[in-house]
């Protein structure tokens, strides 16, 4: 069984657990386009995202404060499996019904937050670490809309920076990271 919640992270998924396995034990301390987080930091929240959603999914209560160190050995093959039983959680289509218990938004709109925190914080990953990032044009499009439903009070919240302008001809996903605060052109400093 699927949703269309799941059917957009399983399109989604394979590039962000790319990006997270080519993350070398080097680049851990390295800066991100998330200001707040450095390399090792991003990845374990990404880690936890996947953790959490999976029990979101489940409609019971997460508890966010809850923080461990999950970058220990086989971390990369451990992310990647948590990853898919993360999209398995959403194509139960009692996943994506009614509203959250604890987040009291509809469900289908924490898929689209669990969608965008995969996107948008692969690719944070993949410009801290030099690495390519895509996003399937189905994903952007979800998440574009998404934005226009739930990006001012991301904002409020503070999940969301102000929009960043780009340049004419950026890429879909270069608009969607722009949308979320993030300055597409970001470099980590030489």
């Known amino acids: 069984m699927s949703t269309k919640t799941s ?14 396995r080519g ?19 991003l990845l374990n929240h990404l880690f936890d995202v996947v953790v959490n959603f999976q029990t979101l999914a489940r409609r019971e209560a997460v508890d966010w404060a809850a923080k461990e160190d999950r970058l220990t050995a ?10 898919e039983r993360t999209v398995e959680a959403w194509s139960d289509p009692a996943a994506v019904e009614g ?9 289908a709109t924490v898929g ?16 801290a670490t ?11 499009t979800a998440l ?17 920076g102000p929009p960043v302008k780009v340049a004419s001809g950026a ?13 597409p052109r970001w470099a980590p400093a030489v």
């Open 112 to 127: 689209d937050m669990l969608l965008t925190d995969l996107t948008v914080h692969g690719w944070d990953l993949a410009r």
């Open 74 to 83: 086989g971390w990369r093959d451990r992310f990647a499996v948590e990853v």
């Open 7 to 20: 059917e957009l992270l399983a399109g989604t998924a394979p590039a962000t657990v790319a990006v997270v």
């Open 23 to 41: 993350v070398a034990d080097d680049q851990l301390d390295l800066p991100t386009p998330c200001l707040e987080f450095r390399v090792r930091d």
């Open 171 to 183: 890429t879909e996903l270069d608009r969607l990271v722009a949308r979320t605060g993030r300055d």
């Open 144 to 160: 574009h809309g998404f934005l226009d439903r739930m990006g001012t009070m991301g904002q409020q919240t503070g999940a969301f």
């Open 99 to 107: 509203e959250s218990a604890g987040m009291g938004l509809p469900q």
């Open 130 to 140: 030099g690495q390519p990032m895509a996003a399937p044009p189905d994903a952007l």
